[in-house]
C-alpha cells in the first residue's frame, strides 16, 4: 500500500505563510509527479501546484507569484511554501503523487486526505 500524509495546515492572517509538507511512504517503487490541489466549499478541486521528478513545476493561477514548490526524491517529501497568504486560499489542501508500486508495472495516481488552510482576520 502507498500512503501520502500532508501535515503544516492550520490558520494565518492574511498576508501571512504556511508551509504544507507530503510525506509519501509504503510499497514504493517510484514516483512520477507530485503535486498539490485545493477545494474550497462549493468549489470543484483546482491544481495548485505540481512537479516532476527532474523538477519542472507547473503552477495553478490563483497562486502564482506567491507559492513554491520543492520536493526531496531521496525521502519522498513534497513542499509547498505558500506566502501572502488571501482569505480566498482558505481551503482543503491534498497532496497527491503518480506512484508505481512494487510488484506493480503501472504508476497510478495517489492522494492523501487533505490539510485544511483557513486564512482569516
Known amino acids: 500500500q502507498v500512503q501520502l500524509v500532508e501535515s503544516g495546515g492550520g490558520s494565518v492572517q492574511p498576508g501571512g505563510s504556511l508551509r504544507l509538507s507530503c510525506a509519501a511512504s509504503?510499497?514504493?517503487?517510484?514516483?512520477?509527479?507530485m503535486g498539490w490541489y485545493r477545494q474550497a466549499p462549493g468549489t470543484g478541486r483546482e491544481l495548485v501546484a505540481r512537479i516532476t521528478t527532474g523538477g519542472d513545476t507547473i503552477y495553478g493561477d490563483s497562486m502564482k507569484g506567491r507559492i513554491t514548490i520543492s520536493r526531496d526524491n531521496a525521502k519522498n517529501v513534497l513542499l509547498l511554501q505558500m506566502n501572502n497568504l488571501r482569505p480566498e486560499d482558505t481551503a482543503v489542501y491534498y497532496c497527491?503523487?503518480?506512484?508505481?508500486?512494487?510488484?506493480?508495472?503501472?504508476?497510478?495516481?495517489?492522494w492523501g486526505q487533505g490539510t485544511q488552510v483557513t486564512v482569516s482576520s
Open positions: 497527491t503523487a503518480e506512484v508505481r508500486a512494487y510488484m506493480t508495472s503501472a504508476y497510478r495516481p495517489y
Open positions: 509504503g510499497n514504493i517503487f517510484g514516483i512520477s509527479y
